[in-house]
């Protein structure tokens, strides 16, 4: 458990202090359904969205082995999902998905006063844009 709670804190640290980590905005802004990201598919785009979705899974809930059986991968993929997306300065496409997730979430924050709507306006930005970049990709 102490090896578990370690890995997520040391993603967590990478955001910096006061990140909100929902599945939910994960949810909304992924390009694809949670069945196809389940699947056993090793298309790097694909696989990256996944590395996302589990890791804010397993950092909102605290646990690798519920993200794991939700994506239906084992605890070991989780963390090395985990550290992809802990060390993704070395992968820009990953860390450019990841920034313009966190990006947007706060730039809606900051300019909002009610919880429910700048919720909503950031992940309906966020998936425009992700749909605009990723349409050239599945051409």
């Not at 785009?45 to 397993?58: C, D, F, L």
């Not at 809930?61 to 550290?83: I, P, Q």
């Not at 990841?98 to 809606?108: A, Q, R, S, W």
């Not at 930005?125 to 051409?139: D, G, N, S, T």
Request: charged fraction near 30%.
């Amino acid at each position: 458990m102490s090896y578990e709670l370690n890995t997520i804190r040391n993603t967590k640290k990478t955001f910096g202090k006061n990140k909100r980590f929902l599945f939910e905005d994960f949810l909304i802004a992924c390009p694809f359904s949670i069945e196809y990201l389940r699947q056993k598919n090793r298309k790097q785009e694909v696989m990256q969205w996944r590395q996302i979705g589990m890791s804010w899974y397993a950092m909102e809930y605290n646990s690798l082995t519920e993200a794991g059986s939700f994506f239906r991968h084992n605890h070991s993929t989780v963390v090395h999902s985990l550290k992809c997306v802990q060390d993704r300065k070395w992968n820009p496409s990953l860390d450019e998905k990841v920034n313009k997730i966190v990006d947007l979430i706060e730039k809606d924050i900051e300019y909002s006063n009610e919880i429910g709507i700048r919720e909503v306006n950031s992940l309906m930005h966020l998936e425009k844009l992700i749909k605009k970049k990723l349409a050239f990709v599945e051409k």
